[in-house]
């Protein structure tokens, strides 16, 4: 668990100890706090320890305003001061990292074996995939669904980077959450890529065997920067910037782009499976 916290000194690291700071001056234990701000101990706990941050909202309306903690709005400055810093900060560092090389990336390649990645998912599809998570709680969920959405934004910005897909075909058709929301989830890939500066592509089920197997991917390219690559464990993200990694994870996507279908045969798969989860039953 040592990895997900943020490195001595981050701004995660300092607002969290200032609000441990502030709580014991106050003469609040852990649980008194988290009953006045309506969270969980272990929430609070993360924050001090500097395993996650919140989100401005819960700063402004439940922590800094506490009953019984004398901040005086100290919380919510030192929040703003560092605010690039602590956004996406209720994600295990690995993932702020994450977002920080999509923010300067120019393009992306993702391949995606097992569920649509979270930079193309809508809220619902991501609020079911984090409830699975043990011991997550419902707030922790909902400011994880929060911050996801977030990193969707480089999408619609002037210049987004060119992002390449490829998924597995079973990920379309894998029940996550209801029917109702699968349907929602594909009808938004079929629409990601609509975008001229979006691809995705399928690799059918009957494939078989294939280089993906082994595991979801992503490689990221920013102009001028040699190219970075992020791994997904069962344990955690993974980076990868060394360029024999980066070159490994290249080769591994040019034979998936040669096992995927064409962008035609691809969205003939995508509004295939969009139609099984909009048939009724």
Do not use: C
Not at 129 to 152: C, K, N, P, W, Y
């Amino acid at each position: 668990m040592s990895s997900d916290r943020a490195p001595k000194g981050h701004p995660r690291i300092v607002w969290g100890e200032m609000l441990r700071h502030i709580r014991e001056a106050s003469g609040l234990s852990r649980e008194e706090l988290a009953a006045a701000a309506n969270l969980s101990p272990s929430t609070i706990r993360a924050y001090e320890d500097g395993w996650r941050a919140p989100v401005r909202e819960t700063v402004e309306r439940q922590i800094d305003p506490a009953p019984g903690l004398r901040s005086h709005g100290v919380l919510l400055k030192l929040w703003d001061e560092f605010e690039e810093a602590m956004n996406y900060g209720s994600f295990p560092a690995f993932i702020a990292d994450l977002a920080d090389k999509e923010r300067e990336a120019t393009a992306i390649r993702w391949y995606a074996p097992l569920m649509v990645p979270g930079i193309v998912q809508t809220a619902d599809y991501a609020r079911a995939i984090l409830s699975a998570t043990f011991g997550i709680t419902a707030e922790e969920v909902e400011q994880q669904v929060t911050e996801r959405l977030q990193r969707q934004d480089i999408l619609t910005r002037d210049k987004p980077p060119e992002l390449r897909m490829i998924l597995d075909e079973p990920v379309l058709h894998k029940l996550i959450g209801s029917r109702e929301v699968m349907a929602e989830q594909v009808r938004r890939l079929i629409e990601a890529a609509e975008s001229p500066t979006t691809t995705i592509l399928v690799i059918p089920s009957g494939t078989g065997a294939h280089e993906g197997l082994s595991g979801e991917f992503q490689v990221m390219e920013t102009d001028g920067q040699p190219g970075f690559a992020f791994l997904e464990t069962a344990i955690g993200g993974q980076p990868l910037p060394e360029a024999d990694n980066v070159a490994l994870l290249n080769r591994k996507w040019a034979t998936l782009s040669g096992e995927a279908t064409s962008w035609r045969a691809s969205k003939a798969l995508l509004e295939e499976a969009y139609n099984r989860w909009t048939r009724a039953t």
